[in-house]
């Protein structure tokens, strides 16, 4: 019961801590997992390099938190500032350690 009653509390006071009227949408806290998921298109728990490339639309081997909106939401400005780059020790792919060793947040 604790489980379901945290988090509901949880969503109640966030809700309050928003001002009402705010012009633009708050930036929200990106899950690295979610964007390690994503890229694992075929998931096999090792992204390649052509799974990468759907989301890194400049082709600079870095995933920024502006692509990830472009892919995901279709938009610009959702999440919070982050990078990803590319890194693979043994050259076919990214695990998850290596993704999330790898995940930076950004101010």
Known sequence: MKSKLLPAICGIIMLW???????????????PEEIFQSCDTNKDGIISLDE???????????????????????????TKAFQVKFFSVYGNGMNREEFMQNFKRLR
């Open 17 to 31: 801590a928003v001002p009402a009227g705010s012009a633009e949408a708050p930036e929200q806290e990106c899950n």
């Open 52 to 78: 990468w490339a759907a989301l890194d639309a400049d082709k600079n081997k870095t995933i920024t938190n502006e692509e990830w909106d472009k892919y995901r939401y279709k938009s610009e400005n959702k």
